[in-house]
């Protein structure tokens, strides 16, 4: 009896081992009385058996596997390297991100604290003051306080030409402290 | 898998450095590229052939898994390591600007079944497998140089067991239609050098 392609097919899944062990009992009843397909069955094992010494002469000598193997090892050795420098550049990262937050989140809070001490600068005229000591009638001394451009402020009248000298001589101190300040708060703002 | 694996280890170098891992994964993964890189180089050249080089394949597959190893159990990753190489080289037969690398592997060397098998027969099965659709191929190298199970071999090329089953009666069929030919001379030539010697 011919072997046709459903034969061929059932052949072959049975050198697979894919069979039923019901197919393959009723396979084994067939070929115990089928030459043809027996022989057939003994083509099949010949092709097969002559791909698998094929496959098999595709394998690599040792030489073969330890190239493969050292060139495998140099790439990942290069990969967790990168991965540990990465690793380590994500925490500095990191660790910026949170410091420029918490930058941004201060400058949101208090915004204007810088420009409010900027703006107590001696040329706004707001707070500077010239005390001129000049004795007037009835023995009373008057210290006159002038900003820059020479325009009166403040006028603060003294009994005795001491005490109008000592208050002059505290505002002009106190001036000096106050144009220290704005000029330390300058330079702490320029090396910025 | 029907046949256990005898495979000959090769030590590879530990992974960034000598020191002890404190990655377990790192040292499953270490054995588990020792002990399958022979079978793995060897399914790489019988699916790429020349079309491209099968150490590019294994190297690229290995360093896939190892970047996301920790998704993985490699108690078992012989599977595992075969579906990466096995989807690296259909990958890999797949891109445009593959090029042809020179046969490194000619068969010089003995076969386990001795002087019977010629090297011109199994150069001529070689080229003949080469000639197979990628898929045809890559079924065909795990069904009979893996001995894997048509639903193991379906699970690995992302196919049905029904579609596997019918690529590979077709790989054998198209080859045997191949071979017809030299197998037919082959049988030939001993009966003339019979007839001459009468």
């Not at chain 1, 500077?128 to 009373?140: F, M, Y």
């Not at chain 2, 108690?75 to 190489?85: D, F, H, S, T």
């Not at chain 2, 579609?163 to 191949?178: D, F």
């Amino acid at each position: 009896m011919p072997v046709n392609e459903t034969d061929l097919e059932q052949l072959e899944t049975y050198l697979d081992d894919e069979l039923s062990p019901e197919e393959v009992r009723e396979l084994d009843r067939r070929l115990a009385t089928d030459s043809a397909l027996a022989d057939q069955l003994d083509e099949l094992r010949a092709q097969r058996a002559l791909r698998v010494s094929m496959f098999r002469a595709m394998e690599p000598n040792d030489g073969e596997v330890e190239s493969l193997l050292k060139r495998v090892d140099g790439n990942l050795h290069r990969q967790a390297h990168w991965s540990k420098l990465l690793g380590r550049l994500r925490y500095i990262g990191s660790a910026a991100a949170c410091l420029f937050v918490g930058f941004m989140i201060s400058h949101a809070i208090w915004p204007t604290q810088p420009h409010d001490e900027i703006n107590t600068s001696p040329n706004t005229g707001s707070h500077v003051a010239q005390p001129v000591v000049s004795p007037t009638h009835g023995q009373i001394y008057q210290v006159v306080l002038q900003d820059e451009n020479g325009n009166v402020i403040g006028v603060q009248n003294f009994d005795n030409l001491n005490d109008a000298r000592e208050f002059q001589n505290d505002v002009g101190q106190l001036q000096s402290k106050h144009r220290q300040i704005q000029n330390g708060i300058r330079l702490i703002q320029d090396s910025f | 898998m029907r046949v256990s694996e005898e495979e000959r280890p090769i030590t590879l170098g530990k992974i960034g450095g000598p020191e002890k891992h404190t990655d377990p994964t790192i040292e499953l993964f270490e054995k588990a590229v020792q002990n399958h890189s022979r079978r793995l180089l060897a399914i790489a050249r019988a699916i790429v052939g020349t079309r491209a080089s099968p150490e590019d394949v294994v190297q690229q597959a290995v360093t896939n898994l190892f970047q996301h190893r920790a998704r993985y159990d490699w108690r078992e990753p012989g599977g595992l390591l075969k579906r990466a190489v096995v989807n690296e080289s259909l990958r890999l037969l797949r891109h445009p600007r593959m090029s042809m690398v020179a046969d490194e592997h000619p068969d010089t060397t003995e076969t386990p079944v001795g002087g019977m098998i010629e090297n011109e027969t199994v150069q001529q099965v070689r080229k003949a497998l080469a000639k197979l659709p990628e898929h045809f191929r890559a079924a065909l190298v795990l069904c009979e140089y893996e001995n894997m199970s048509y639903q193991q071999i379906a699970e690995t090329l992302n196919a049905s067991v029904p579609q596997v089953k019918t690529w590979i009666h077709r790989a054998r069929r198209q080859l045997e239609g191949m071979l017809k030919d030299y197998v037919e001379s082959g049988r030939k030539e001993p009966a003339r050098q019979a007839v001459e010697k009468k």
